[in-house]
């Protein structure tokens, strides 16, 4: 079975369990390109884990996840690896920057570990800079920056490897209102300047309405199955709640 053309991104009735504890029960969603995606729901409802399942970090206990006509609950650990370094970028809640490196460095650095000339590299990466209006921050490392400043770093840095999906797992989450709004205005116009598939993890109703589409999670199962596009998933959610 592989994904329809139409989602660049799909998962099939995901189940995972942290220590034996469900996390997810029956999950199924997709992404089209371009689409940004809000995943909403309470702290612990499992939407980190969600992420980390779609991006390869987790691999299910049940169920399918595709990224075009990859099966990736199936790769092998390099393969995954090779699919997140050339395909995919995370935001994390908080931006974990490289205390050594300056702005443009921490930017730049996939690119470099990919094999891009360090030109190159720190081309694209202050570029992404610029468009998340940090340029200033290109020369300084993350102990001289405010927390904001580093968080577009970070989003920088997901950016300029130029990948299919995005992943954001409560990227703003740290941030005061002010910066928050600046952030998430610099996040969802440089996926759509670029079209990007985004999948956006928040608890934060007004981060929500930037999305193009909302699914919201409950204890692990999606709370609208009209979301998902995956009946048989709607049905196997509903048997195991």
Not at 36 to 42: K, N, Q, R
Not at 112 to 120: D, H, K, P
Not at 138 to 160: D, E, T, W
């Amino acid at each position: 079975m592989v994904a329809p053309p139409d989602d660049v991104l799909r998962a099939r009735t995901l189940s995972y369990a942290h220590d034996g504890s469900p996390a997810l029960a029956g999950v199924s969603l997709g992404a089209r390109e371009g689409e940004i995606l809000a995943v909403t729901g309470p702290r612990g409802c499992g939407k980190t884990t969600l992420l980390k399942c779609l991006s390869g970090q987790f691999v299910p206990e049940h169920g399918e996840v595709w990224f075009k006509d990859t099966a990736v609950h199936s790769l092998a650990p390099l393969s995954r690896e090779r699919l997140w370094r050339d395909h995919f970028g995370w935001i994390d809640t908080e931006p974990q920057l490289v205390p050594e490196l300056t702005g443009w460095e921490n930017a730049a650095l996939p690119l470099m570990l990919r094999g891009t000339g360090r030109r190159a590299a720190k081309s694209a990466a202050c570029e992404w800079l610029e468009r998340l209006d940090v340029a200033e921050c290109a020369g300084s490392r993350p102990g001289a920056l405010l927390q904001s400043q580093r968080q577009r770093v970070a989003i920088a840095r997901a950016l300029a490897s130029t990948p299919s999906v995005l992943f954001a797992d409560e990227p703003t989450a740290p941030l005061h209102r002010a910066d928050r709004a600046q952030v998430l205005r610099a996040l969802t116009s440089a996926a759509r300047t670029h079209g990007l598939t985004v999948v956006l993890a928040t608890q934060d109703p007004e981060v929500a309405t930037l999305a193009d589409r909302t699914v919201t999670l409950l204890d692990g199962r999606l709370v609208d199955p009209a979301a998902s596009p995956d009946a048989e998933g709607i049905a196997a959610c509903s048997a195991s709640a």
